[in-house]
Structure formats: C-alpha cells, structure tokens
C-alpha cells in the first residue's frame, strides 16, 4: 500500500518537468492520477483531459466530470504555469496579461472548481507550486513574479478559509529546476550563451546546481500525504538554500 493509496489526485501541466515527476511519484504511492493539459498527449498511468486552466468554463467541465467518475477529488496539484523575462517598462500590457491569466487566474479557476467538491465530500489537499520569486526579487521577471506572490497569497488565503472544513493548502517555493521548460527558455532568451547562461543559472543556488524535477516530487508527495496532516498555510523552500543562505 502506497501512501496515497485509495486517492484521487488531479495534477495540471502534468506531462512534463516538474508536474510529470510529482505524476510520477503519486502513481507510484498508489494515486489515481488526472493531468490536466493544454493539448493532448500520453502520460503513462495517467488519464489526460485537454483542458486550459485559463478557461474557467472548461476547468469547471472537466474537473466535474473527474469528480463524476471517480467520486471525489482528494488532491488537486496547481503546476501549470508560464514564464516570462522583462521589467515593468518592457513587459507589455498583453505580456503581463497572458502571465497573469495561466499562473494567477489558472489555479484560481481550478481553486473554485475542485474546493465545492472537497466541501462536499469532507476535506482534501491542495499544493500550489509558487517561486522563490514569490516572497525575493530576481531581475527582469515582473509579470512572473506578480503572478507567483499572488499564487503564494491565494495559498495562505485557502488555507485560512477551509481549515474548518478539512482542507489543507500549501505551497512549494523551488529554486531553478533543471526541466525541459528552462532548457527552451535559455535557448529562447540566450541564443548562442546557452552554455554560459546554464552555469551561471546553476552555480546561483548556493547549493551549486539546479534541482532535479524528482526532487520537487518528494516535497510534494509529502505536503499531500496524511504524513502532512498537521501542516497546512505554508509555502516551503525548496531551493537549495537560495532563500535562506544566499
């Protein structure tokens, strides 16, 4: 028996980095597993609805469907998101906009959609994946780091809001985590520097290196298991002691 055995966990942007690991892990602790994805795709173990967390109709559709077949929703993981270089004069409003919408209004969508169903049926998990970035500053990331404070602030507020009704909200805080995701964006961002730009990116946590996704699975499986069950309202580090001993 797993430690989510019996368990019903909803996970968005679940098919690759970050959301793939914590997948991964939860199958393997003996979850029933949904990921939510913008397009379609195959995740091994996983049913996967297409669906926009941007879209709240949609998110509203597909997670009372899960919750349909199979008869309550214990965990819902809000990974998704979306990144962005720039400062408040070169970030345009549509830039800031599209930032805000997938990583601010996605996992409030997928809040209000799964929380009725938790109410319902008596309680349930939720983990959002903030930043680092939520609570210190990194140059150029003014529409990421908006959206990721507003997502560890949304995390606090659940948290406060459904104690009494047997529901716990946390919130990981990663440093760099080396997924395919980063590798896109230093190639996107730093042609020709990719090289350059993934030391120096790496050698900024003072651990000496970027996490690997399945180490962001572990805190995960943690913060939504019962193993958890007195922590609740908390945004953990796990950065590599980039927030503590920087």
Known sequence: MGRLAGKTAIVTGGASGIGLAIVQRFIAEGAAVEVLEREMCVVEGAVVSVCDVADGARVEAVVNEIHGRRGRIDILVNNAGIAHVGNALTTTEAEFERV???NVFGPANCLRSTLRHMVADGG??????????????IADRFAYGTSKGAVLAMTYSVAKDFLDKGIRCNALLPGRVHTPFVDGFIAKNY????????EKLSKAQPIGRMARPEEMAHAALFLCSDEAEFI??????????TLSIR
Not at 191 to 198: H, L, N, Y
Not at 232 to 241: A, F, I, N, Q, R
């Open 191 to 198: 042609p020709g520097r990719e090289a350059e730009m993934f």
């Open 232 to 241: 609740t309202g908390v945004g953990l580090p796990v950065d590599g002691g």
């Open 100 to 102: 805000q919408r997938v």
């Open 124 to 137: 349930g998990v939720v983990l959002n994946l903030a930043s680092c970035v939520s609570v210190m500053a």
